[in-house]
């Protein structure tokens, strides 16, 4: 599974390990993506110049900055480790994986340029809104950005007109919870439930038949199913592929929508106080204690987001540049 198996083994069962188990099952993972390139150089990782981190990193090809410092954490912390077992070549005492370094390679594997696509306001979604032909794909783009998701999707495949609470702006989700929810959601969710036929091409492109709902009461009917049978997740996928497409970025994901719906539903609350989103999240009160964090906590809860305020300040640590 790893390549120089003995030593990465010895490595992940030290006592003294100073990561949390569930990071040791993340080296796991790493180690098991690495071995394809140390075996192309016969190199164990430790041994690796700086050309050949870059090929590692590449490897992977994630479109997160933040998964790649976290890759570099642990390889830095494996380097050291062989280092002080006296495993490391005597030319190569560079730690490549340190951040001081791993930044800069980090940012030369992804380039700011790439991932402007991944960031983005309420604004640009609604814009994104008119690119997409079909009512209930249209609710599947910005559904997500007001807060809806649910754990499998389930608040997205169970949602019902009858379920709005309109006098409070709100809906009751499938979860039991209350979404607060905008005009404009109101209006595609209504629009999405009057659609009798899936015509992702637009209709003036209709052609198949087969494409007519079957009668339920969610407003994302299947087609050809049974009465209230409730959409899956490949169809959920298809159907978000679909308006990727239209859109033209391929960052747009319900996840992406979800996370950078939650940010702008942060900001817009501080912008009310005049508070600015970097305040917001970096202000210390006397150097020492986050200032607006339990303010923020309580923006997040509404959002039905389980992430914490510090893994929020992590990732908008190298990001929140794009959301000002």
């Not at 980090?106 to 814009?127: A, G, N, Q, R």
Request: with cysteine.
């Amino acid at each position: 599974m790893y390549y120089n198996e003995p030593q990465k083994l010895e490595y992940l069962s030290i006592e003294e390990n100073r990561f949390a188990e569930s990071t040791i099952e993340v080296a796991k993972i790493i180690f098991a993506g690495s071995a394809e390139v140390e075996r192309q150089y016969d190199v164990d990782l430790s041994n690796f110049n700086r050309q050949q981190v870059v090929d590692l990193l590449k490897k992977y090809n994630s479109k997160s900055k933040g998964y790649y410092k976290v890759m570099c954490v642990i390889f830095s912390d494996y380097y050291n480790w062989c280092l002080n077992k006296g495993y490391v070549d005597e030319s190569n005492f560079t730690d490549w994986y340190h951040s001081k370094i791993s930044n800069k390679i980090i940012d030369e594997i992804l380039p700011s340029s790439l991932l402007k696509d991944k960031f983005f306001l309420k604004e640009d979604v609604i814009k994104y809104l008119d690119d997409v032909l079909d009512p209930t794909n249209k609710l599947l783009l910005y559904a997500p950005s007001v807060g809806i998701n649910g754990d499998n999707h389930e608040d997205l495949k169970y949602l019902r007109v009858d379920d709005l609470l309109e006098k409070r702006s709100a809906i009751q989700l499938h979860s039991g919870k209350i979404q607060i929810v905008d005009e404009l959601f109101i209006e595609l969710l209504k629009e999405a439930d009057k659609s009798t036929i899936y015509y992702p091409e637009g209709m003036e492109n209709f052609t198949s038949r087969r494409n007519g709902y079957s009668d339920s009461t969610y407003v994302f009917k299947k087609c050809g199913g049974k009465f209230n049978e409730v959409i899956t997740n490949p169809i959920i996928n298809k159907k978000m592929s679909v308006v990727r497409k239209q859109i033209g970025n391929k960052f747009i994901s319900i996840s992406t929508l979800y996370r950078n719906g939650l940010i702008n539903t942060i900001k817009e609350y501080y912008e009310q106080q005049d508070i600015s989103l970097y305040t917001a999240i970096f202000h210390k009160n006397n150097n020492k204690i986050y200032t607006y964090d339990r303010e923020t906590r309580d923006v997040i809860d509404r959002y039905n987001s389980k992430i914490t305020v510090r893994m929020l300040r992590m990732e908008l640590k190298d990001t929140i540049e794009y959301y000002m």
